[in-house]
């Protein structure tokens, strides 16, 4: 995501022509462009987007077990 913002960043100060980003190549600023395309094609293939996503799935489901329990009076358990 990181890449994505800078990327547009960089594309809009290149098209308006601002700073020293005006004189640059067009291959250094469409680079996070690529670099972003890289990062979610290896997040896609080493299983990292399902993994984030499944600990947010079972960090809700943590949070709607205690929130149920608070509700019928039951607090946290004590070891």
Known sequence: M?????????????YLEVGPVAAWSWTVVLAPFALTVLWWAWADWSGYTKRKEMEKEDQRKVNRIAKAKEAMGQGPRRR
């Open 2 to 14: 990181y890449f994505l913002i800078l990327g547009v960043i960089l594309l809009l100060l290149k």
